[in-house]
Nanobody
Framework: QVQLVESGGGLAQPGGSLRLSCVGS????????MGWYRQAPGKQREVVAR???????NYADSARGRFTISRDNAKNTMYLQMNSLKPEDTALYYC??????????????WGQGTQVTVSS
């Protein structure tokens, strides 16, 4: 079955950086779009960035210019490089698998999440 495992979360200072990873298994990773989402306490889950099967990236306004989504299909792994972190980036970050190659496709599987906390 589909399995998505996130890692790389932790505590960072404002202005700092973190790199999240998501390893996928149980499906043809290279054939599907992937995405990073986040959910802060008391808020709905929101998209951070999406990447198509071929690597075309799309970003939420909050992430554009600071975060970079990428994927290594040979390693079945997706990444999120987060720079210039802000306290409002604090959230549980989830990896999601799209149901097609398209970045705008619906997410049909989720990982368990990795916590990112930005605080001085």
């Amino acid at each position: 079955q589909v399995q998505l495992v996130e890692s790389g979360g932790g505590l960072a200072q404002p202005g700092g950086s973190l790199r999240l990873s998501c390893v996928g298994s149980g499906f043809a990773f290279s054939a599907y779009s992937m995405g990073w989402y986040r959910q802060a306490p008391g808020k709905q889950r929101e998209v951070v960035a999406r990447v198509s099967s071929s690597g075309t990236a799309n970003y939420a306004d909050s992430a554009r210019g600071r975060f970079t989504i990428s994927r290594d299909n040979a390693k079945n792994t997706m990444y999120l490089q987060m720079n210039s972190l802000k306290p409002e980036d604090t959230a549980l970050y989830y990896c999601g698998k799209g149901n097609s190659w398209n970045s705008y496709s619906e997410i049909d599987s989720w990982g368990q999440g990795t916590q990112v906390t930005v605080s001085s």
